[in-house]
């Protein structure tokens, strides 16, 4: 952790490169994960396969030094139009300065071009921050019989005493204010493609 990000300072905003994440990012993301999670456990969460199999729906976020974020997502092998973003970072000295919306819009992008229209995705009721992301990305809450702090959720969703929110985005219902067309990254020649 820089001093920086402990300070919790925001450092002065340099432009962010948004490319493919790749399976040598692996060791750097395990490296700094739970300590961007401010020290929750969460590595065993995201094993090396998800950056050898899903590197063309996963992104990166790159600034002059050390990696400033990443996206992992990928297509739902068993709902045909679904994607799923299973985990997002962002390295706390960078928060609130756009790199979390890119990274999404990235992903929005590659699954719409491949025919999705629905984006799922999950977080545990304790990560307040991240709900309020994803309403903020245009996300809905999925109904659910249980609550937590007034937040729908769905109990025991990861097993016994692991309550999750439920999120979901039709991706094409905010095309009339530009999201996909105008502000997505293109898929083609991003940083990190194969030649």
């Not at 001093?3 to 395990?30: E, K, N, W």
């Not at 297509?75 to 979390?100: C, T, W």
Request: proline share 7%; net charge positive.
């Amino acid at each position: 952790m820089t001093a920086a990000d402990r300070a919790g300072a925001r450092p002065v905003t340099t432009a962010a490169t948004i490319r493919r994440l790749r399976p040598s990012d692996y060791g750097t993301v395990i490296a700094v994960i739970d300590e961007w999670w401010g020290g929750r456990p969460m590595s065993d969460m995201l094993p090396r396969l998800f950056f050898e199999h899903f590197a063309d729906t996963s992104f990166a976020a790159d600034r002059a030094g050390p990696l400033a974020g990443f996206l992992v997502g990928f297509l739902s092998q068993s709902q045909p139009g679904e994607a799923y973003i299973h985990f997002v970072g962002v390295r706390p000295g960078q928060r609130g300065q756009g790199l979390g919306r890119r990274l999404y819009e990235a992903f929005f992008e590659a699954a719409s071009a491949r025919g999705c229209t629905v984006v799922r995705a999950v977080t545990a009721p304790v990560n307040t921050g991240s709900v309020a992301f994803h309403r903020r990305m245009g996300f809905s809450v999925e109904p659910r019989q249980a609550a937590r702090d007034g937040i729908p959720v769905a109990a025991d969703y990861d097993g016994p005493g692991r309550d999750r929110v439920r999120f979901v985005k039709h991706l094409h219902a905010d095309e009339g204010d530009g999201l996909l067309r105008e502000r997505a990254m293109p898929l083609r020649g991003l940083p990190g493609d194969p030649a």
